[in-house]
């Protein structure tokens, strides 16, 4: 099924060529703007939002676009915008390629900020290998976030429990599917040193990305037994998985920031945790689902990154 197709199907009836458009005002009356709209561009890729006004929306767009040549349109009251744009972001990115970057899982990129740290080329081919090679290893460092976040990371490290279940899953995963650490870190990633406890659970860390985390672990003491959580792509594994003896759960969780090809992956099992990491279908998985954030944007959470906490993640690795 085509795109016009489908997009009929779920209501966009009106549509118009814009190539040589500078406005659609005279195209929709004013009580019928409210809604939401698809754009399609001259490389057959599409973009998907929403407007309390669309003619106002496509100027907008106009100031950055040079290449629309259609737009649809369908109008819906502004109760429904959110929660119809989600879901045709959903449906089109099955069936085409989309220039959104919020909410899609793989957005049309052709020129991310995070290529101007590493090349694309270098990016790919990080995804397609297996094992993570280090291309830098100069950080940046910030005396003054250090400094804020310092006591409350080493009394976490200090942490036995921490330390012997916990430390060693998150520097695996560091080294393994996050995209060159050193140079990424803050800006691209960030570590959370949180080690609270409720009813006999501490949440001991976060690594985040973009607007989510992609690892939370913290301590069952109920159970006595470590947690971890994972958010990942979920298209690798599509089919048979097998999880052998571990004790592992899969989640459908996802956050909206890192669009619908994302699930949620849950063990109390330290040995799992560290089996899942050697895995090359959850490292082709968190790679995927990492590069897919970075590229999207930076994270915004560099305010409550800790430094110290990376030390540890971070300084064997110029050795491996």
Known sequence: ?????????????????VSSRHSISDLIGQKL??????????????????AVDVCRRF?????????????????????????????????LENH???????????????CSELDQLIQDDDQKKWLSSYDSKIMHYKRVEDLSLRARTAKRAEKMISDQKFSKYVLPVMKKYAEKCIIDPYLTELTYWGCTCINTISNNFRL???????????LTSGYDYAHNKATFSWHLAKSPFEGYFDTGDYR??????????????????????????MWLLDNEVFILAAKS????????????????HCPTLADYLLPELAGS
């Open 1 to 17: 099924m085509n795109i016009e197709s489908i997009l009929s199907e779920n209501g966009f009836t009106i549509s118009f060529d």
């Open 248 to 273: 592992i759960e899969f989640i459908d969780h996802y956050y909206q920031s890192g669009g619908q090809d994302q699930f949620q992956i849950y063990t109390e099992d330290f040995d799992a945790a």
């Open 204 to 214: 001991y860390s976060r690594i985040n990305l973009r607007f989510q985390e992609v």
């Open 33 to 50: 703007r409210c809604g939401i709209y698809v754009l399609n561009f001259i490389d057959e890729t599409f973009y998907v939002g929403q």
């Open 96 to 110: 085409t390629t989309l220039r959104n970057i919020n909410y899609a899982s793989m957005p049309e990129l052709s």
């Open 289 to 304: 689902f990492n590069l897919s954030c970075m590229r999207k944007g930076a994270q915004p959470y560099a305010k409550t």
């Open 59 to 91: 100027l907008q767009h106009k100031k950055n676009y040079d290449d629309i040549v259609k737009i649809y349109f369908k109008s819906e009251p502004k109760s429904n915008l959110n929660s119809h744009e989600l879901y045709m972001i959903r449906l």
